[in-house]
């Protein structure tokens, strides 16, 4: 028998999948795509999955966009440059585009990469590794790569071990005691096709079902095929069901933590968890760093405030504030005697010039940042918001799902929407 060497990163192209509307994550994608949502004070979510792949060697990547990407292609364009000293190394941006063929706009995760091949063809590869633009974990995606090759795998599936009631809300696979996939269903709710989904004595105590996390390896030539033999729009509905009737697809099983960014309620506790003395994601990890656009901001200044575990990013002004389960996004200006609680907020894009500041006393609104006196609790406040004095944002006692004249309630949290302005004394 032939012995195969482990997978070169070298022979491995990465395929971004940015193009979404991101629904369920409005009003945060109101004026952006899903991938270029703030996180962590700093960061934006495509930040991970390119830094995943640099950290595992892999130096060419291609990011598939579509929906409101003008701010996503700017901060891919201004954090990721490369240079001589990185051989062949490059991002491309490969935007959804008519042709005179009539292609459409994407359709679907199968549909983008579909569109894609004939960029991704003018550069040599073995492997195609397929990844989400917004989800939050850590993965060397060398180990992955090295199972493929090492098992003769014409695709292998990332998946996460998961609960029984974690899994009528997933994508389930079915492995064999050698890791190969022998059945796929998605969503499965009917609890006799749940019970014929668990994959066996080798899972996880109290985690029996494999749950897809959206991440792929194909090889070149199978990838085409599985595109070129199914016009199905979607890798989980439609491509890998029928792949596993036919290709060898095994299970790359990832213990780590694992979030799909897909919700309100599921960003806002990715992002308040980063706050706990042990949070189930690290930024700060310095052999595999999370990589995004060095800004060159000054460092924030604090001044006589209370903070109960707090993140506060670079270029913020906070004055005699109480900061309570906080992420303080760039730039954040926060006056005296607020009160930040259970609250991300996300900052802004530029100081105000001297200026704008005349312009807004003149204009009799409020600067941006955080007014004198306002409370805020159990809220995410987007980017360039202008906060007044003594306003009150309070998630407590409201709808889970409401829209208001100046905010959105998702979760069970308030959301103000980028660009907006709440007048002083107002009560949310």
């Known amino acids: 028998m032939t012995q195969r060497s482990p997978g070169n990163p070298d022979q491995v192209i ?10 369920r994550l409005f009003p945060l994608t109101k004026e952006r795509a899903k991938p270029a949502v703030p996180i962590a004070g700093k960061y934006r979510l495509v ?19 579509q929906y409101l990407s003008s701010s996503l292609h700017r901060h891919v364009q201004q954090s990721y440059r490369f240079d001589d000293f990185i051989p062949r190394g490059f991002i491309e941006i490969v935007a959804a585009q008519k042709t005179r063929e009539g292609t459409e706009w994407y359709q679907g995760t199968a549909d983008a990469v579909r569109q894609g091949l004939i960029h991704f063809d003018n550069h040599p590869h073995e492997y195609v590794l397929i990844l989400s ?15 493929h090759v090492s098992t003769g ?6 998946t996460l071990p998961v609960d029984k009631k974690a899994a009528p809300s997933l994508g389930i696979l079915k492995a064999d005691g050698e890791r190969r996939i022998t059945e796929f269903v998605e969503k499965p709710k009917d609890p006799a096709v749940l019970a014929s989904m668990e994959s066996g004595s ?14 792929y390896i194909f090889n070149r030539e199978t990838l085409r095929e599985c595109l070129d033999g199914n016009d199905g729009k979607d890798f989980g509905k439609n491509i890998l069901p029928a792949a596993i009737q036919n290709k060898k697809v ?15 309620g599921a960003f806002y ?5 980063l706050l706990a003395r042990e949070p189930k994601f690290d930024f700060g990890l310095s052999a595999a760093p999370i990589y995004t656009r060095a800004r060159f901001l000054p460092g924030s200044v ?4 209370h903070a109960i575990r707090a993140i506060v990013s670079d270029g913020c002004t906070i004055r005699q504030s109480i900061l309570e389960d906080a992420v303080v996004g760039i730039r954040s200006r926060i006056g005296s005697g607020c009160q930040i609680r259970r609250s991300i907020l996300m900052g802004a894009d530029f100081f105000e010039t001297p200026a704008q500041c005349r312009e807004n006393q003149k204009r009799k609104r409020p600067p941006i940042g955080i007014g004198d006196g306002t409370v805020i609790e159990d809220a995410i406040i987007d980017k360039n918001v202008r906060i007044g004095r003594n306003v009150a944002i309070r998630g407590s006692g409201k709808s889970p799902e409401m829209d208001g004249p100046n905010f959105y309630v998702r979760d069970g949290v308030v959301v103000i929407p980028k660009g907006s302005t709440i007048p002083d004394g107002t009560v949310i």
């Open 14 to 23: 990465s395929v971004i999948l940015g193009g979404g509307e991101g629904n």
């Open 47 to 65: 930040d991970i999955p390119i830094s995943l792949s640099l950290n595992s060697g892999i130096k060419r990547i291609f990011l598939l966009t």
């Open 133 to 147: 633009g917004d989800q939050l974990y850590r993965m060397d995606f060398r180990e992955m790569l090295e199972q």
């Open 153 to 158: 795998s014409e695709i292998t599936i990332a």
């Open 202 to 215: 080798a899972m996880p105590k109290g985690r029996p079902y494999l749950a897809s996390m959206g991440i």
């Open 250 to 264: 095994s299970a790359f099983i990832h213990e780590g933590y694992w979030e799909d960014i897909g919700t309100i």
């Open 269 to 273: 506790r990715a992002n308040l968890d």
């Open 302 to 305: 604090v001044e006589d405030c």
